[in-house]
């Protein structure tokens, strides 16, 4: 199985500020790596599929990069709505494995 | 408008068994795989399992399989989790899920919660 971790588990933001969260694959999945949000109570929400194609509807303060083993999520100028969950999933093979979440909160 | 429903989300007591449907609407069905995603209480997202367009090929995590079976029915445009033998760390709320083209899951239900306890 492929093992994603996301760093760090959790970060402490202010709006207006930029964030990093990184995921990294147990072995390289190219670019087979996608990024989703979740509110509490609520779904996630796709934001960035295959490493850095935004999703239709995300606003364009998110993007994401990396290829291999190594990814970014960043978020430039954090908004008030952006607090939430972000989690890195890959679809390179099965299982299909998901970071174990990183909780972005506001400081 | 897009949309995928799930439904059957009880308590059940261990050993026990249930289906969960998932309902959807407003896209060509019959096109895209579908996928179950579960999330248990304050926990992350682990993937369950995955069905082909045509219902022919299914995949399991290794920790349902034997236990839970994936189906569908294209005509009724609705996805089936039935879930035997359940345990309590079977408790989670349970997602359906639009793949494209296998690489991304683009729309997500509202989630059924499934509660294992005696």
């Known amino acids: 199985d492929i093992h994603m971790t996301q760093s760090p588990s959790s970060l402490s933001a202010s709006v207006g500020d930029r964030v990093t969260i990184i995921c990294r694959a147990s072995q390289s999945i190219s670019n087979y790596l996608n990024w989703y949000q979740q509110k509490p109570g609520k779904a996630p929400k796709l934001l960035i599929s295959?490493?850095?194609s935004l999703q239709s509807g995300a606003p364009s303060r998110f993007s994401g990069s990396g290829s291999g083993t190594d990814f970014t999520l960043t978020i430039n100028s954090l908004q008030p709505e952006d607090f939430a969950t972000y989690y890195c999933?890959?679809?390179?093979?099965?299982?299909?494995?998901f970071g174990q979440g990183t909780r972005l909160e506001i400081e | 408008e897009l949309q995928v429903v799930e439904s059957g989300g009880d308590l059940v007591h261990p050993g026990g068994s249930l289906r969960l449907s998932c309902a959807a609407s407003g896209f060509i069905f019959s096109s895209y795989w579908m996928h179950w995603v579960r999330q248990a209480p304050g926990k992350g997202l682990v993937w369950v399992s995955r069905i082909d367009s045509e219902g022919s090929r299914t995949t399991y995590a290794d920790s349902v399989k034997g236990r839970f079976t994936i189906s569908r029915d294209n005509a009724k445009n609705t996805v089936f989790l039935q879930m035997n033998s359940l345990r309590t760390e079977d408790t989670a709320v349970y997602y359906c899920?639009?793949?494209?083209?296998?690489?991304?899951?683009?729309?997500w239900g509202q989630g059924a919660l499934v509660t294992v306890s005696s």
């Open positions: 999933q890959q679809s390179h093979s099965t299982p299909i494995t």
């Open positions: 899920v639009r793949a494209v083209r296998e690489l991304y899951f683009d729309y």
């Open positions: 295959t490493a850095s």
